[in-house]
């Protein structure tokens, strides 16, 4: 009975780089890479030039857009890297979406289900590179400002009274080029000279 190993991740995580150690240590230079990907436009070109040229060259490569569980039968390897289910599944999904969502629905699922049972009756290893597409850091496209006000009580010296804030123009923490990603003593040492510029003009705290 052949193993399946999943290997998943979120985008630009480096699991196709894991993947392809993960094969090398298995297989060596005798490893069949199954790549679903294709160059449908210039970017999706220029990437699969750069995993190509990064591949070992002895390994072989098999281009399967659909179908993949016939590149898995048809290995003469013991180790196969297909990369990746995620672009498999959008492959089948595209190309029966014409026939209604019920169809392109079990196109995805049939395609999945061969490849498994390719993978269980080949025998040896094959290596399954997918994406969790709602894993992982991503930018920010947008911020918003927020002061969020409430009763602090004894925090502050005095009765409870309204808070009083200075706005400091000078000093920064918490933003590009300021020490708010740092969590070290230094991210909030940062803010004392501000602080202390917010006492001399009267004010309990500063943003």
Known sequence: MGKIILITGGARSGKSAYAER???ELG???VTYVATAEALDEEMARRIARHRAERPSPWTTVECPRGAAGAL??????VVLLDCLTVLASNALLAAEAEGE???QAAVLEEAER???AGIARGGTTLVVTNEVGLGVRPSESARFLVIASPAGNYFSGPLRPVSL?????YVRAAPG???AAKT???YAASLVAQQEATENGCDQVV
Do not use: I, V, Y
């Not at 039968?73 to 013991?78: D, V, W």
């Not at 200075?166 to 000078?170: K, P, R």
């Open 178 to 180: 300021g020490t708010g």
């Open 185 to 187: 003593g230094g991210n």
């Open 166 to 170: 200075w706005l400091s123009q000078e």
């Open 102 to 104: 019920e169809t392109a």
């Open 28 to 30: 060596g230079e005798a």
């Open 73 to 78: 039968r048809s290995a003469t390897t013991r």
């Open 115 to 117: 490849l498994r049972e």
């Open 22 to 24: 993960r094969a090398a």
